[in-house]
């Protein structure tokens, strides 16, 4: 092989590679999140707090559940398996028009949601502060050099701040891309 094959094989993996440890790292620092969250949460005992919230929405839930009854059942049921996997008792969280909602259950909700909104603002920080842009890998021609910041930044940001998951699937998309890209144009 050619020196500038080899380059041009190697240039990619590479930056993959950091991409992918940028998305590891983004995921240990959510973890270390969470840990400071536990512990203000026992500290400061916010039990009580995620208590509330979980009165409040049984309430509104309950509302929601008992209109629907009356004008559709077949949207009352939608609206208990939508809820069922993510706030209700997972064993028999609706029985006979009750639901069971915990304060534990609303804080599970909320750590799950801020872990995903401080992943992605992390890795939209990293790629931008990196200059990291994924969907350049796409196009053959691509020079190092030519960063220019984009929209495709801020998703490539995304991307990383979900973790290695999305980012085997997005190297997995981009090389499908590339080698169409490869075969339609000429040489």
């Known amino acids: 092989m050619e020196k500038e094959s080899i380059e041009a094989l190697t ?4 930056f993959f590679t950091m991409v992918l440890a940028l998305s590891l790292l983004t995921e240990r620092f959510i973890e270390v999140v969470k840990v400071f969250f536990d512990y203000l949460d026992y500290r400061i005992g916010l039990d009580k707090f995620w208590t509330k919230r979980a009165k409040r929405f049984h309430e ?3 509302g929601k559940i008992s209109f629907l009854s009356k004008v559709n059942p077949r949207l ?3 609206t208990i398996a939508r809820y069922r996997n993510r706030s209700l008792n997972q064993s028999g969280a609706y029985k006979g028009k009750t639901t069971v909602i915990s304060g534990d259950m609303m804080r599970v909700v909320f750590t ?4 995903k909104v401080v992943g992605i603002a992390f890795g939209v920080w990293l790629a931008i502060y ?3 842009d994924l969907f350049a890998y796409i196009d053959p021609t691509y020079k190092a050099a030519a960063y220019q910041f984009s929209y495709k930044t801020i998703i490539s ?3 990383i701040g979900l973790g290695a ?3 085997h699937k997005l190297i997995t998309t981009i090389e499908r891309a590339r080698k169409k890209h490869l075969k339609k144009t000429p040489e």
């Open 76 to 78: 009352e049921e939608k």
């Open 165 to 167: 998951g999305p980012i």
């Open 112 to 115: 799950r949601i801020a872990a």
């Open 157 to 159: 940001g995304m991307v």
């Open 130 to 132: 990196l200059k990291i």
């Open 11 to 14: 240039a990619p993996v590479v």
């Open 60 to 62: 509104q839930l309950s």
